[in-house]
C-alpha cells in the first residue's frame, strides 16, 4: 500500500488537506450511473486510500445518482476528524443517462440535501457549483443567481464553503464578488492547459484549482510523448500525469479516480516520482504552444 502520509498539503476552505485525494465518479456504473459492478471492491478501494492518507474526497449527489456518496458513508462513517469531503451540486441525471442543468433555488436546494441525507452529514465542507452553460467546457454567462442561492444555502448553516466548476476566469471574478471562492474545479492537463493564467492568479490569493481529466484530450503524438517520459522513468503515463500536476503549482490539488486497488496504488505512488529537468522540459513542451510558451514565462514555478 502506498503511503502519502508526508507528501505535501495544501489550505481547502478552513482545512489543510494533503495534495493528492481521490475523486469518487469511477465507482458508479457505467457512464457514472447505477450501482458498481464490484460494491464490496468500491467500499474497499475507499477505505485504503484513507487508510493510505488521502484526507480529501471528491464527489457528488449526481454521480449514481446518490450511489457513490452512499457508498461513501458505508466505507467511511464515522468519518476521520481530517477527512475532507468536498461535493457538487448543478445538475442532474436524466433516465437516458444524461446530465442536466439543474440550476433553480428548488433544484440547488434539493441537491444540498440530498448529499447531507446520503453522505450522513449535518453540513457539507465544501460545495462546488458546476457550471452547466455548457456541460463539455466552460462558456461564458453570468453565474450571479445560481451562485447567490448557494450562497443563501452558506449563510442557512448547510454548507461551509463554496467552489466553483467548469467556469472561466471572468466567472470566478463575478462569483467572488458575491461569497468567498474556496476552490476551483477545471478541465485541466499536460495537454489542455488554457487555464495555466488561471491557476497562478488563484495561487496568488492562495485558492486550490483542482483539475480533472488528467488524461483526457490528448492526442497520439503527445500520448507518445508522454509515454516515452513515463517509460525512462520506470512509471506509468498516469503516474508521470500526476507528478506534473503535483510540481505545476503548490495550490493544485489532485483527485484521481479509480475503482482498482492496483490503480489506486500506482497513482498514490505517484507522489514521490521526482521528474528530473528534461523530462519536465519534454513534457512541458506537449501542450499547445500558447500554453507551452505562457509556461516557459513562468518557469520559477513556485513549487519547482
Known amino acids: 500500500?502506498?503511503?502519502?502520509?508526508?507528501?505535501?498539503?495544501?489550505?481547502?476552505?478552513?482545512?489543510?488537506?494533503?495534495?493528492?485525494?481521490?475523486?469518487?465518479?469511477?465507482?458508479?456504473?457505467?457512464g457514472v450511473f447505477g450501482p458498481p459492478k464490484d460494491r464490496a471492491g468500491a467500499l474497499a478501494v475507499l477505505r485504503a486510500a484513507v487508510a493510505s492518507g488521502v484526507n480529501h474526497i471528491d464527489t457528488s449527489d449526481f454521480?449514481?445518482?446518490?450511489?457513490?456518496?452512499q457508498l461513501i458513508r458505508e466505507a467511511l462513517a464515522p468519518y476521520p476528524d481530517d477527512l475532507l469531503i468536498v461535493t457538487k451540486i448543478g445538475a442532474r441525471r436524466g433516465d437516458d443517462k444524461s446530465w442536466i442543468p439543474a440550476f433553480s433555488r428548488e433544484e440547488l436546494t434539493r441537491a444540498v440535501h440530498d448529499n447531507l441525507r446520503n453522505l450522513g452529514v449535518d453540513v457539507l465542507d465544501v460545495v462546488n457549483l458546476r457550471i452547466m452553460l455548457?456541460?463539455?467546457?466552460?462558456?461564458?454567462?453570468?453565474?450571479?443567481?445560481?451562485?447567490?442561492?448557494?450562497?443563501?444555502?452558506?449563510?442557512q448553516g448547510l454548507v461551509r464553503h463554496i467552489g466553483l466548476s467548469n467556469v472561466t476566469p471572468s466567472q470566478v471574478a463575478e462569483g467572488q464578488k458575491i461569497c468567498t471562492i474556496a476552490c476551483v474545479q477545471n478541465h485541466y492537463n499536460l495537454a489542455h492547459r488554457d487555464d495555466d493564467a488561471l491557476i497562478d492568479h488563484l495561487a496568488r490569493d492562495g485558492i486550490a484549482y483542482v483539475p480533472y481529466f488528467p488524461l483526457g484530450g490528448f492526442t497520439p503524438l503527445q500520448s507518445s510523448t508522454l509515454s516515452d517520459v513515463a517509460r525512462r522513468l520506470g512509471a506509468t503515463p498516469m503516474q508521470v500525469a500526476i507528478a506534473w500536476l503535483l510540481r505545476r503549482?503548490?495550490?493544485?490539488?489532485?483527485?484521481?479516480?479509480?475503482?482498482?486497488?492496483?490503480h489506486l496504488n500506482e497513482n498514490l505512488a505517484a507522489?514521490?516520482?521526482?521528474?528530473?529537468?528534461?523530462?519536465?522540459?519534454?513534457?512541458?513542451?506537449?501542450?499547445?504552444?500558447?500554453?507551452?510558451n505562457h509556461a516557459a514565462s513562468t518557469a520559477s514555478r513556485q513549487n519547482a
Open 249 to 262: 503549482s503548490p495550490n493544485v490539488l489532485l483527485i484521481p479516480g479509480t475503482s482498482s486497488m492496483t
Open 1 to 30: 500500500m502506498s503511503l502519502i502520509l508526508h507528501s505535501d498539503v495544501f489550505t481547502l476552505g478552513n482545512r489543510t488537506v494533503r495534495r493528492l485525494g481521490y475523486g469518487a465518479m469511477q465507482l458508479a456504473g457505467p
Open 271 to 292: 507522489a514521490d516520482l521526482i521528474l528530473p529537468g528534461d523530462a519536465m522540459d519534454a513534457l512541458d513542451h506537449i501542450a499547445t504552444p500558447v500554453a507551452a
Open 63 to 69: 454521480y449514481g445518482p446518490h450511489v457513490t456518496n
Open 134 to 155: 455548457n456541460p463539455h467546457g466552460p462558456a461564458e454567462g453570468s453565474i450571479e443567481a445560481p451562485l447567490t442561492i448557494l450562497a443563501d444555502l452558506q449563510r
